[in-house]
């Protein structure tokens, strides 16, 4: 992946740039974090970093060991702010085809507020 990959219009992008409204939960100067439009769960937030990242295999190869943190610690920080820290919660991120993603700009779920049953659905 490079940064030619990049869909700047993607649904992430348009709500990073103000350009579709959010409920956001966090930010910070490297990312930022608002409610999923459609929960699976109580809580259900998306954590994304600010830079034009559309995988976590494309954002492990070119982010910077700062970016990297700031991500990782918004993940947890969510969890805290959106309540779900202290009884558990899951983090998801899924990439391309396989993995199930949508939205092609780097996003992990935080989910909680109830038990969260098996991490996958069983075949
Ligand atoms: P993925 O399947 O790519 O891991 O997850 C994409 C997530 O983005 C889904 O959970 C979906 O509900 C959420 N989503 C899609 N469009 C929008 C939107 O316009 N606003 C918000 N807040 N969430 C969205």
């Known amino acids: 992946m490079s940064q030619s990959d990049y869909d700047p219009d993607n649904i992430f992008a348009r709500i990073l740039d103000g350009r579709l409204p959010s409920q956001p939960v966090d930010q910070d100067e490297q990312t930022f974090s608002f409610a999923d439009i459609n929960p699976q769960a109580p809580q259900h937030h998306l ?18 060991d700062s970016e990297l943190a700031a991500w990782v ?13 202290k009884e558990g919660y899951r983090v998801i991120v899924n990439i391309g085809g396989h ?25």
């Open 47 to 64: 954590v994304i970093p600010r830079g034009a990242y559309t995988d976590l295999t494309d954002f492990a190869d070119r982010a910077s």
């Open 99 to 123: 993995g199930g993603q949508e939205v092609p700009h780097l996003h992990g779920h935080v989910l909680g507020g109830a038990p969260l049953g098996p991490m996958l659905t069983r075949r």
């Open 73 to 85: 610690r918004a993940l947890a920080r969510v969890a805290k702010t959106s309540g779900v820290a």
